[in-house]
């Protein structure tokens, strides 16, 4: 059993690949209502979760390449840190928010869970000592890692766009299906020179924290 990954160089196209995902998720939010908020804490928290969102856009596009397995683990442990930290900031400031995770809570906020357990579990199993458990061809492994992969982007798109509060546009809605249909597609062409390098998971989490602040920002300061 032989399994290859190629490292390839930090280069300028690859941050540049980053930013235009990130930049794509948030002006798609940003197209028809840009002041409309929710408070700061609310705005800054869903901000990382869009964060994690594009993130999660990105690791996808990116594996269809040969790619360094750890430096792409490692930005998934980044996308699942913004993840959960967008989850639990409502916990921890609203009491409200525990009402959307009972039973009576909305589809879409279950989709926004079921889109995290998915997460978890697409990381989990793509650790060496389980994915070697699972699947003894690699071939077999990345096929069964895509398919998961799209289920979580799928649940995680549902719960953003039924949400309804930043994409309250039909257009915004159309953009951002849009968005992540060429995202799943897998196409080769799009995904040509997108790589993850040790510093991307870095630049990540920098970037994300500046897109969650201006995110909030737009929509929280008069000017």
């Known amino acids: ?8 160089p930090d280069s300028i196209s690859h941050m540049k690949g980053l930013l235009l995902t990130l930049a794509s998720v948030f002006i798609v939010t940003l197209l028809a209502t840009p002041t409309l908020g929710a408070g700061w804490i609310w705005d800054i928290a869903n901000g990382i979760g869009f964060a994690a969102f594009a993130g999660l856009l990105y690791l996808s596009v990116s594996s269809g ?3 360094d397995l750890p430096a792409h683990q490692f930005l998934g442990y980044v996308v699942l840190g913004l993840a959960t930290a967008h989850a639990f900031v409502f916990l921890l400031v609203d009491a409200a928010a525990i009402e959307y995770i009972k039973p009576g809570a909305p589809f879409y906020m279950w989709m926004g869970i079921a889109g995290f357990v998915l997460l978890n ?3 989990f199993v793509g650790l060496p000592e389980y994915r070697l458990r699972l699947h003894r061809r690699y071939a077999n492994f990345k096929y069964w890692h895509r398919i998961l992969a799209v289920a979580t982007i799928v649940a995680a798109a549902y719960h ?3 949400s309804g ?3 309250n546009t039909s257009y915004q809605l159309v953009l951002f299906a849009c968005l992540v249909a060429v995202v799943v597609s ?3 062409k799009i995904s040509s020179g997108v790589s993850v390098n040790r510093r991307t998971a870095r630049f990540f989490l920098v970037a994300s924290t500046i ?3 201006l995110f909030a920002a737009i929509r929280n300061v008069s000017l």
């Open 211 to 213: 897109f969650a602040l």
């Open 160 to 162: 953003i766009a039924s």
């Open 165 to 167: 509060f930043y994409l």
């Open 65 to 67: 390449n040969r790619i």
């Open 121 to 123: 579990l697409l990381i």
């Open 1 to 8: 059993m032989h399994f290859k990954w190629k490292s390839q």
């Open 186 to 188: 897998g196409n080769r």
